[in-house]
């Protein structure tokens, strides 16, 4: 006998480790076999799982098995990212609770080992929680970022495409933490709101100058006229004054084309060395923004840079790895010497020579950014160049604006991130990026939903040279060696680099290894083909799986992974690595807002797999996961898929009461009553509809098509349909019955189980004797199976009994009464129809007696169904008067709430204010409460006519 009940906390672990153990995650070995596979974006080695990877992962594995199902040699190929920073920082963390050396005292060598030691203990436990999801990957194949062969690929990447003139070292600006004191990526930085200041600023014109500054309205007229010798700055970061180039003012705007090559000052630092720098052009200011006059300083901003490189301004480093001002280098009287001579049309000296430069003038050297900040205003303000407004009582103020800014954060650090300009390894990703274009262009990858293309476009052709060096210990270190002269040497091991540095310069060199490693998105851009063995001789699994069949990812690392595996993999393995790629979208809470926990609104999964089970958590995540639509999340909605579950449950238990048993021989196309064939004909629909929501990455139209089937397809009528004939007298129609209410449960349970993995498998095994697991059982194959004539009669009869059902709710027919049903000018199918499933009709819609006439009896209700009238007799069943005042005072506090919402959402105040989730809820109210109106008015209307 079966449980009564489905118990996921008991089961599901049973289930996933027999899974394992029978090898049913691994690739078919069938050389005839199709071969579908996926590489897992790795997770960090550091992760937990949150609701991002649930969504993710188990999309993935609705694919996974869908295809295994289909007879491929499947491979979902797992692994995790080492994750330099978020690792590094994990044990450096750890050492300081336990009260151990830090990292810099115990040294490289010995910190690299405990991180090691720590990842063997501790590191990957999300791969343990991906199981406890049902993610059905060939854990037999598990990488790991920094493992033997994976590194190996590494090296090879990087010497290649070094020997090729693709990956560089040089200066440039990169987001700097100071904290951790690295490099970073743009998707490690976090851009937070916060309150800030702007302050208005006067630099001085040179020699004397000056000028008569206009301002004009739109018509031409002069609104303000006044003579200046100065030029007014606004900024957000007054401590980077010290290192300006140049101001820039846009071409076009007259009000400073007086000044165009003219020299000003910075209002900063001793008045005997004050530096000068020139007034320029370029398109980069906005004249309608501010004084319309831009400071350029080209080291410390990253539109500065752009604009420094293109008019050759000099760059000048103010801060050391810790963004405090600098004190290195020669007095400041000595390097703004060097700097006025560079702006008086002096040569401009090499990149490494300006960055010896130091222009922090002696007072503020070693300060912090934000003190030196602070020094600098007051200093500003004190000389009488901050620039002033008058106040309401008529005093001289200076003008400082209170704003939002947006401030770059370390996602991990929580410091302000600092531009930096230092020395890093690049790759001159433009040459990469051309064929990865031009891929997605000819179609040789799609994208899903086709609109992230133009995002995938947008970054693409504007790529920048790739920053790949971190300052860290933990990762792949550049293959990068030094001798005393500082040449480089790269290759694949040091000895090799030793090799090359004594046919350059004999015996006798010695070599220091590059401190940097890198960045972990350069290991990460292999994975398709570093996962499956190259650049080891595995030519077999290569040309198998590579390319992969799909990339299941989301939008925010188009950039940083996917385009990323697309130039790596086209430059390496001359063939995108991936067909389709689904971006997914991201999961919200039920209010639509994003997850935080600030908002504390974040949801655990593995606190809903454990209340839930793991199967309602993934159908309630895949069917939602509509293309181009936010996922909202709430319990109240996996509660709902945890109650499909029972559902699917108490059926299969039915089906055993009724001895619905598996036959062996059966066949389909044999049956000859109209309900079986009529299930058998909507279970191919549903399988159709399936296979094109999945084939079409379209994940809620599939979950949805199972849903309705197995729900109110299967379980509300067929078995309802099939009572009459189990428990019936007709042996031959009995045995027909359960054999195909057997058969069809078992494709429910081969439709389902892509979605609901856990409870379908221990159906499986409960409800027959298989020779198999679910999870490797062959698709449904139910071609052939479609019957018009019987889906046309049996959704008649289901219409009929809803019909019958919706009159008497609306008419509040108590629900044991037997009423008889009369069907005026029924023709002569509806007719036969009525006689041949009287019984059912009778049994499903609690009728007396079912009869035509040619008018409608008295005191009826009715509805049309074709080309006949449905009438219930009502008279002696229900107290019609009383009926009738019952719906008009639910009538009377419908208006009452529609009106006070229709006058709540007409009001623009509330609108504007409120919440958007709050007005969607309002107006959803209100959507609600008039379709309850419209029902009620139409069993009024019924009820008057009686």
Same mark, same amino acid.
């Given at each position: 006998m079966m449980d009564k009940t489905f118990n996921p906390q008991?089961?599901?672990?049973? !289930?996933?480790?027999?899974?394992?153990?029978?090898?049913?995650?691994?690739?078919?070995d069938d050389d005839n076999a199709e071969a579908f596979s996926i590489v897992i974006p790795p997770p960090n080695v550091t992760g937990r799982l949150h609701i991002g990877h649930a969504l993710n992962n188990t999309l993935q594995d609705v694919l996974v098995r869908y295809k295994r199902m289909l007879g491929c040699s499947v491979l979902w190929q797992p692994g995790t990212d080492h994750a330099g920073i978020a690792t590094q920082m994990v044990v450096e963390r750890q050492l300081a609770e336990e009260g151990n050396m830090s990292r810099r005292e115990m040294g490289r060598e010995a910190f690299i080992d405990r991180v090691w030691e720590w990842k063997a203990e501790s590191g990957g436990a999300i791969l343990q929680q991906l199981r406890? =999801?049902?993610?059905?990957?060939?854990?037999?194949?598990?990488?790991?970022?920094?493992?033997? /062969?994976?590194?190996?690929?590494?090296?090879?990447?990087?010497?290649?495409?070094?020997? +090729?003139?693709?990956?560089?070292?040089?200066?440039?600006?990169?987001?700097?933490?100071?904290?951790?004191?690295?490099?970073?990526?743009?998707?490690?930085?976090?851009?937070?709101?916060?309150? /800030?200041?702007?302050?208005?600023?006067? %630099?001085? =014109?040179?020699?004397?100058?000056? %000028?008569?500054?206009?301002?004009?309205?739109?018509d031409g007229n002069i609104v303000?006229?006044?003579?200046?010798?100065?030029?007014?700055?606004?900024?957000?970061?007054?401590?980077?004054?010290?290192?300006?180039?140049?101001?820039?003012?846009?071409?076009?705007?007259?009000?400073?084309?007086?000044? *165009?090559?003219?020299?000003?000052?910075?209002? *900063?630092?001793?008045?005997?060395?004050?530096?000068?720098?020139?007034?320029?052009?370029?398109?980069?200011?906005?004249?309608?923004?501010?004084?319309?006059?831009?400071?350029?300083?080209?080291?410390?901003?990253?539109?500065?840079?752009?604009?420094?490189?293109?008019?050759? !301004?000099? =760059? %000048?480093? =103010?801060?050391?790895? $810790? &963004?405090?001002?600098?004190?290195d280098g020669a007095p400041y009287a000595d390097c703004a010497a060097r700097a006025m001579a560079i702006a008086k049309g002096g040569a401009l000296p090499s990149e490494a020579e300006v960055d010896d430069i130091n222009l922090v003038p002696d007072e503020y050297r070693g300060?912090?950014?934000?003190?030196?900040?602070? @020094?600098?205003?007051?200093?500003?303000?004190?000389?009488?160049?901050?620039?002033?407004?008058?106040?309401?009582?008529?005093?001289? *103020?200076?003008?400082?604006?209170?704003?939002?800014?947006? $401030?770059?954060?370390?996602?991990?650090?929580?410091? *302000?991130?600092?531009?930096?300009?230092?020395? #890093?390894?690049?790759?001159?990703a433009d040459v990469l990026a051309k064929d990865a274009i031009a891929a997605v262009e000819d179609g040789r990858t799609t994208f899903h939903p086709k609109t992230w293309e133009k995002t995938y476009f947008e970054w693409m052709r504007n790529i920048q040279p790739w920053c790949i060096s971190r300052q860290?210990?933990?990762?792949?270190?550049?293959?990068?060696?030094?001798?005393?002269?500082?040449?480089?040497?790269? &290759?694949?091991?040091?000895?090799?680099?030793?090799? $090359?540095?004594?046919?350059?310069? /004999?015996?006798?060199?010695?070599?220091? +290894?590059?401190?940097?490693?890198?960045?972990?998105?350069?290991?990460?851009?292999?994975?398709?083909?570093?996962?499956?063995?190259?650049?080891?001789?595995?030519?077999?699994?290569?040309?198998?799986?590579?390319?992969?069949?799909?990339?299941?990812?989301?939008?925010?690392?188009?950039?940083?992974?996917?385009?990323?595996?697309?130039? +790596?993999?086209?430059?390496?393995?001359?063939?995108?690595?991936? @067909?389709?790629? %689904?971006?997914?979208?991201?999961?919200?809470?039920? #209010?639509?807002q994003k997850m935080s926990k600030s908002k504390g609104n974040v949801i655990d999964p593995l606190e809903i797999v454990e209340e839930y089970g793991a199967d309602a958590l993934r159908f309630s995540l895949a069917a939602q996961a509509g293309q181009g639509r936010d996922i909202r999340m709430s319990r109240e909605r996996v509660e709902g898929y945890r109650n499909f579950s029972t559902k699917l449950w108490n059926a299969a238990r039915f089906c055993e009461m009724n001895e619905c048993r598996p036959v062996a021989d059966f066949d389909p196309k044999s049956v000859t009553r109209t309900v079986n064939k009529w299930i058998l004909s909507e279970a191919a629909g549903a399988v159709k509809a399936i296979e094109a929501g999945l084939d079409g990455f379209r994940f809620n139209?599939?979950?949805?098509?199972?849903?309705?089937?197995?729900?109110?397809?299967?379980?509300?009528?067929?078995?309802?349909?099939?009572?009459?004939?189990?428990?019936?007298?007709?042996?031959?129609?009995?045995?027909?019955?359960?054999?195909?209410?057997?058969?069809?449960?078992? +494709?429910?349970?081969?439709?389902?189980?892509?979605?609901?993995?856990?409870?379908?498998?221990?159906l499986w095994q409960q409800t027959g004797e298989r020779g198999t697991q679910l999870i490797v059982a062959d698709w449904p194959q139910l071609g052939g199976l479609e019957d018009e004539a019987a889906t046309a009669e049996m959704s008649w009869l289901i219409d009929l009994v809803t019909d019958i059902r919706r009159l008497r709710a609306e008419m509040n027919v108590p629900a044991g009464a037997r009423i008889p049903l009369v069907a005026v000018g029924a023709g002569a199918e509806t007719a036969a129809r009525l006689e041949r499933h009287e019984a059912l009709i009778s049994r499903m819609a609690r009728l007396a007696d079912i009869g035509v006439a040619d008018s409608v009896p008295p005191a009826s209700a009715q509805s049309v169904l074709g080309e006949a009238t449905l009438a219930l007799p009502l008279e002696g069943v229900i107290d019609f008067d009383a009926e009738r005042e019952r719906i008009a005072r639910e009538l009377a506090k419908l208006d009452g709430e529609i009106g006070r919402l229709e006058k709540k959402l007409g009001n623009e105040k509330f609108v504007a204010n409120a919440p958007a989730e709050v007005v969607a809820e309002q107006r959803a109210k209100l959507a609600d409460y008039t379709a309850q109106k419209a029902k009620m008015a139409e069993a009024l209307e019924r009820l008057q006519g009686i």
């Open positions: 008991d089961a599901e672990t049973r !289930i996933y480790e027999a899974w394992e153990r029978s090898g049913a995650f691994q690739p078919k406890r =999801l049902g993610a059905s990957c060939d854990w037999s194949r598990e990488r790991f970022t920094l493992d033997e /062969g994976l590194s190996k690929a590494v090296l090879k990447v990087f010497v290649e495409l070094y020997e +090729q003139g693709l990956i560089y070292r040089g200066k440039r600006l990169v987001n700097w933490d100071p904290k951790f004191e690295t490099a970073i990526s743009d998707l490690e930085v976090e851009n937070v709101e916060v309150d /800030g200041h702007m302050w208005h600023f006067k %630099y001085p =014109l040179a020699d004397g100058r000056s %000028y008569t500054y206009v301002e004009k309205d739109g303000f006229e006044e003579e200046r010798d100065w030029i007014s700055i606004a900024t957000t970061r007054p401590e980077t004054m010290l290192g300006d180039g140049a101001v820039a003012v846009h071409p076009d705007d007259e009000r400073y084309k007086s000044l *165009v090559g003219a020299l000003c000052e910075i209002p *900063v630092g001793p008045k005997e060395h004050r530096r000068l720098i020139p007034i320029i052009t370029d398109e980069y200011p906005d004249p309608e923004f501010g004084s319309g006059a831009v400071k350029i300083t080209g080291a410390h901003d990253f539109n500065d840079y752009e604009v420094a490189k293109r008019n050759n !301004i000099p =760059l %000048y480093r =103010l801060m050391d790895m $810790q &963004a405090a001002l600098r004190t300060l912090d950014r934000f003190e030196a900040r602070k @020094k600098i205003v007051e200093a500003i303000t004190a000389e009488g160049l901050a620039v002033t407004v008058t106040d309401e009582e008529g005093n001289q *103020v200076p003008l400082v604006e209170n704003k939002k800014i947006q $401030q770059p954060f370390g996602d991990r650090s929580h410091v *302000v991130i600092e531009p930096m300009l230092t020395d #890093q390894w690049f790759v001159n860290l210990w933990w990762g792949h270190r550049v293959p990068a060696w030094y001798d005393a002269d500082g040449d480089v040497y790269v &290759a694949m091991s040091e000895a090799a680099a030793l090799d $090359q540095a004594r046919k350059a310069k /004999g015996d006798g060199v010695a070599l220091t +290894q590059d401190e940097d490693v890198l960045d972990t998105w350069f290991s990460s851009a292999l994975w398709p083909f570093s996962t499956l063995g190259w650049p080891d001789d595995t030519p077999e699994i290569v040309e198998k799986f590579y390319p992969t069949s799909v990339l299941i990812t989301a939008f925010d690392i188009i950039f940083f992974w996917v385009a990323r595996m697309m130039m +790596q993999g086209l430059h390496f393995m001359d063939r995108a690595p991936f @067909k389709d790629v %689904y971006i997914h979208a991201l999961v919200r809470d039920e #209010q639509g139209d599939a979950a949805a098509a199972a849903y309705k089937f197995v729900w109110n397809v299967f379980c509300d009528w067929h078995l309802e349909f099939a009572k009459p004939l189990l428990q019936g007298e007709d042996e031959a129609a009995k045995a027909e019955t359960r054999a195909t209410t057997a058969f069809v449960l078992d +494709q429910a349970l081969k439709m389902l189980h892509p979605f609901m993995p856990f409870v379908t498998e221990e």
